[in-house]
């Protein structure tokens, strides 16, 4: 994916929504400058430092409809997302794992009721399929009704 987000502090729940969704976002960025990182900033706060046109201001307070917001203002289509891809602490791609290199790390109850399992390898979170991620995709699908 291509599109790639700083986010502002105040942003939090939308940070992690969009990691969720697989884009690669940095989250309270120490970055001056995000024009010469290529990234689109997502401020909510009305004195803005930055100097970009690639900036979205963000109304609402809830990180759904500011999800919404985002998705509108760039068009983002169903297609693009690649939803648990990246791993919403780090915002490192995540990797498919052997099932038996994980057992002693698991709950015992999720590693005998589930089968995939994904990685981070920079801070060793693991990810599966879970009530949780049940309830994501709800989410992601009323996104992009319109
Ligand atoms: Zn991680």
């Known amino acids: ?5 700083a986010v502002e502090k105040t942003l939090g729940k ?3 929504w969009l990691r969720i969704l697989g884009f690669d976002t940095i989250y309270d960025p120490d970055i001056k400058n995000p024009v010469e990182s290529g990234r689109i900033m997502l401020s909510r706060t009305k004195c ?3 100097k970009t046109d690639r900036l979205i201001f963000i109304k609402s307070d809830k990180p759904f ?3 919404k917001e985002v998705i509108k ?3 983002i289509v169903n297609e693009e997302i690649k939803p648990f ?3 919403i602490v780090c915002n490192t791609k995540i990797r498919a794992v052997d099932k038996n290199s994980i057992r002693s790390i698991v709950p015992d109850y999720v590693w005998e009721n589930q089968d995939s399992f994904r990685a981070c390898n920079k801070c060793k979170k693991i990810y599966w399929h879970g009530s949780h991620a049940k309830r994501s995709m709800e989410v992601i699908k009323q996104l992009f009704e319109s």
């Open 1 to 5: 994916m291509k599109t790639s987000f």
């Open 48 to 50: 803005i430092e930055y």
């Open 65 to 67: 409809k500011q999800l």
């Open 85 to 87: 891809t990246r791993c």
């Open 14 to 16: 939308l940070a992690k």
């Open 73 to 75: 203002a760039l068009g």
